[in-house]
């Protein structure tokens, strides 16, 4: 398998799922309280899971706006991910992450490039590692 890939199996498609994690998951910010996640751990005995999804509301934006926040966000948690995925791997943990903008929004930012979320990205994925 590719090092840095986000493969199907690695990503939340299924309804049950969104809602096991916003219901009975907790929510992260990021230090800037620009990006939040969603997440759900819980211990696993047979194989490690890690899946994510990144969502963005109606309200933040446009279509087009919205889908590059999405782009942005999934390529972020994509280069970063693997610190995570080892802990994951390692504790046995199954874990849930929903990604989405807590305060970015299109009229604050119009333009928004990679390096305006990495950031936030890498504290939220710190934060999860060290909640595993």
Partial sequence: MKRF???AN????SRNDFELVYTSGEVLFSSSNRLKAAILIRNENEEAVLKTAFAVSRKCGNAVWRNRVKRLLRESFRLNKESLKTEVDSKRKFLLVVLSPNTINQKKNKKIILKDIMNDVIDLLNQIRAKL
């Fill in 5 to 7: 890939g986000l493969p």
């Fill in 10 to 13: 690695e990503r939340i498609k």
